[in-house]
């Protein structure tokens, strides 16, 4: 199966915000890459909108979008998270990451009116912000040993990779991302030295 080289996705945290019968829908859309990552950014979320009733969700991670998820969040059945994940769906994102908040206004709406409002809420919190086309990478975590490491830097420093999570100590290690044009060359190089070790983080 071949990969698309190219994504769609949000550029950074937008907001869009509905109003229906006195509730509040705060629309809350990120670039995330993991369920790791989401976790992090939905209980910021929830500290943020402490006073809320109900914080419901979707995501959709990885170039073959097999990789997602819908959360209720304790509102009926598919009234809330699947919403959320159709509009993902819709406007053919990934690696998103999308919220809602609800602040109760006294009124129930019916599940028709929750999967309207959840829908419009996250619609905008899109529209709202920039949707960007990205490269698709390789992933991967470096491990080698210390001694090992000015040839690790000079190869990477070569190639204009960009590091992250780095560890440097007598076992060393970091993370990078590689080109898909690239990676395979990339990698050989690096296995030329007997310490490294190479651990694929997967394609997104």
């Known amino acids: 199966m071949s990969?698309?080289?190219?994504?769609?996705?949000?550029?950074?945290?937008?907001?869009?915000?509905?109003?229906?019968?006195?509730?509040?829908?705060?629309?809350?859309?990120?670039?995330?890459?993991?369920?790791?990552?989401?976790?992090?950014?939905?209980?910021?979320?929830?500290?943020?909108?402490?006073?809320?009733?109900?914080?419901?969700?979707?995501?959709?991670?990885?170039?073959?979008?097999?990789?997602?998820?819908?959360?209720?969040?304790?509102?009926?059945?598919?009234?809330?998270?699947?919403p959320i994940l159709g509009q993902i769906e819709s406007f053919e994102l990934t690696n998103v990451l999308i919220g809602v908040v609800r602040y109760y206004g006294g009124t129930k709406l019916g599940v028709g009116g929750l999967i309207n409002a959840y829908r419009t809420a996250a619609k905008m919190a899109i529209k709202n912000g920039d949707v960007i086309e990205l490269e698709v990478y390789e992933w991967i975590d470096i491990l080698f040993s210390y001694e090992d490491m000015p040839h690790i830097m000079n190869l990477l420093k070569k190639h204009n990779l960009t590091l992250s999570n780095n560890v440097f100590e007598e076992s060393c290690k970091l993370t990078t991302f590689l080109d898909l044009n690239m990676a395979v060359g990339i990698k050989d190089e690096l296995l030329k030295y007997d310490s490294v070790e190479l651990i694929d983080k997967g394609i997104y």
């Open 3 to 82: 990969l698309n080289s190219k994504y769609l996705t949000v550029k950074s945290e937008t907001e869009g915000l509905y109003k229906e019968k006195g509730s509040k829908f705060i629309g809350i859309a990120i670039l995330c890459y993991n369920e790791e990552d989401a976790k992090v950014f939905l209980e910021e979320w929830r500290k943020r909108h402490h006073q809320s009733h109900h914080l419901c969700y979707a995501y959709k991670f990885g170039v073959d979008g097999y990789r997602y998820r819908a959360n209720d969040d304790g509102e009926p059945n598919n009234s809330a998270g699947q």
